[in-house]
């Protein structure tokens, strides 16, 4: 069994700052892509950023420049720091990983959710 835990969400005004973190746990032999989306209410759930198993980052025009997508891999762990937020961001961000799993072959998986609120 594989989880993905999330933390870090919350309210911020416009401007400020925010880190969530995710981290997978259970039986993980190797883990490939890890991801980061988000969904907002009445919106369909849209990609944020990836990161390969090598470190290599992408991102959606919406965050470019202002969201940084890392990992640690010895902890099997993505991070997403967000910069700059706009009320525009307000959503429910979910994490995403591609995992080879020790017994049962490979499989995607996703977090709970976590909420973040931009508002003055």
């Known amino acids: 069994q594989v989880q993905l835990v999330e933390s870090g969400g919350g309210l911020v005004q416009p401007g400020g700052s925010l880190r969530l973190s995710c981290a997978a746990s259970?039986?993980?032999?190797?883990?490939?892509?890890m991801a980061w989306y988000r969904q907002a209410p009445g919106n369909q759930r849209e990609l944020v950023a990836t990161?390969?198993?090598?470190?290599?980052?992408n991102y959606a025009d919406s965050v470019k420049g202002r969201f940084t997508c890392s990992r640690d891999n010895a902890k099997n762990t993505v991070y997403l720091q967000m910069n700059g937020l706009k009320p525009e961001d307000t959503a429910v961000y979910y994490c995403?990983?591609?995992?080879?799993?020790?017994?049962?072959?490979?499989?995607?998986?996703w977090g709970q959710g976590t909420q973040v609120t931009v508002s003055s």
């Open positions: 995403y990983a591609d995992v080879l799993r020790r017994l049962g072959g490979r499989r995607n998986y």
């Open positions: 259970g039986s993980i032999f190797s883990v490939y892509d």
């Open positions: 990161i390969t198993s090598g470190g290599t980052a």
